[in-house]
């Protein structure tokens, strides 16, 4: 029985001890992936192998590219240059043909490329473009405007380690109905002012840089305001409302928001096929470590800051932000509309149908201002 009870405790011990260094680790991954202020990778693991006016064929890696292999819409980069890639995917082993639109500058055989789904707008809207500068806590701060008529503006903000390019795929609707748009930088941007700490506040520190940024808006003429964000865009703009409770703001336009940091850390782990019990190790380490307050970063227990009419789109195959967020969301909130888009990923909604994701923000728009 003694050796029984020996056996018992020294399982208990190297199991807590197993626990402990994959928490220390899952909490290094948290840090590093969710924390540390870094741009998203590019990766240029595509091959063009065949071009002509309206198709380009591209050698495709053994991890298979999905955005590549989907019929959705995407952008396809290289150096010097890029195009759009659309349509039904012909696919042979690890070549796959696409519909093709250049854009800019041609693509020869041999080089590398890779999938960004924010290319398109880049030369489509940048010729009525105006770089702008508008004072921070933390200095002065970088944004792009494009012109409109009226005192509603669309204020957009982008996510983490993304850049305001992403957000123009939301701007090309806000100024087809004509509203002046400000694309915002915010601290810890590359080229922008960076706080002490260098990481992601998730929407507990950036919050100021959009109430700077609206601020800014207001001395140029903005009486009224609709807020669209991305991902993390999601969690600043949360966080303005929640402490701001601004009656100026009309309508929120949500993409894939990040409404609780916690959830989002576990579903990143849940990708990860890192047990569930480690991850909940981790989150406690990393709250020792790090410093995390979790309940700061969590905008889905009370939706109080939801006080305006707020579309949110978001795809079933995200990865990165957890549809279940965003469906909890729209049934505490009856302010709150849920669009979501079968097939696309994190922030893809329009890549995959652009006609409903149009039709979702134009909505919301001609709602909040009616």
Not at 58 to 66: A, S, T
Not at 128 to 141: A, R, W
Request: with cysteine.
């Amino acid at each position: 029985m003694r050796l029984l009870r020996r056996a018992v405790l020294v399982l208990v011990f190297l199991a807590g001890l197993v626990h402990i260094g994959g928490g220390w680790y899952a909490a290094d991954l948290l840090k590093r992936d969710g924390l540390d202020v870094r741009p998203w990778p590019i990766t240029m693991d595509l091959k063009i192998t065949q071009v002509s006016p309206t198709s380009i064929t591209l050698k495709d890696p053994d991890d298979p590219n999905i955005q590549a292999r989907s019929s959705a819409t995407f952008g396809l980069e290289w150096p010097g240059g890029y195009g759009e890639i659309s349509g039904k995917p012909k696919i042979s082993g690890d070549l796959v043909t696409r519909h093709w639109t250049p854009v800019q500058s041609a693509a020869t055989v041999g080089t590398k490329a890779s999938i960004d789904q924010n290319t398109k707008f880049e030369a489509t809207l940048n010729p009525g473009e105006q770089m702008v500068e508008f004072p921070s806590p933390l200095g002065t701060m970088d944004a792009r405007f494009y012109r409109g008529n009226g005192t509603t503006w669309a204020v957009l903000v982008h996510g983490k380690g993304a850049r305001p390019p992403e957000m123009e795929r939301m701007a090309a609707v806000m100024t087809q109905r004509h509203l002046p748009t400000l694309i915002i930088n915010y601290r810890n941007d590359p080229g922008q002012p960076q706080d002490k700490s260098k990481q992601y506040g998730f929407g507990t520190t950036e919050w100021r840089d959009l109430a700077a940024a609206l601020d800014y808006a207001r001395g140029k003429g903005a009486q009224k305001f609709i807020i669209g964000a991305n991902s993390m865009g999601g969690a600043i703009t949360a966080s303005y409302m929640r402490r701001t409770h601004d009656s100026d703001v009309l309508g929120l336009a949500l993409d894939a928001p990040m409404l609780n940091f916690e959830r989002t850390i576990e579903w990143g782990a849940e990708q990860r096929s890192i047990p569930s019990t480690i991850t909940w190790v981790g989150e406690r380490l990393a709250t020792m470590r790090f410093g995390l307050d979790w309940s700061t970063m969590d905008y889905l227990s009370k939706p109080d800051w939801v006080t305006v009419p707020t579309v949110i789109v978001h795809g079933t195959k995200d990865l990165t932000v957890p549809l279940t967020t965003s469906r909890a969301l729209a049934r505490r909130s009856d302010q709150v509309e849920l669009i979501e888009f079968a097939g696309a990923g994190h922030c893809q909604s329009w890549n995959f149908n652009k006609a409903k994701y149009d039709a979702a923000i134009a909505g919301l728009v001609d709602r909040a201002t009616d």
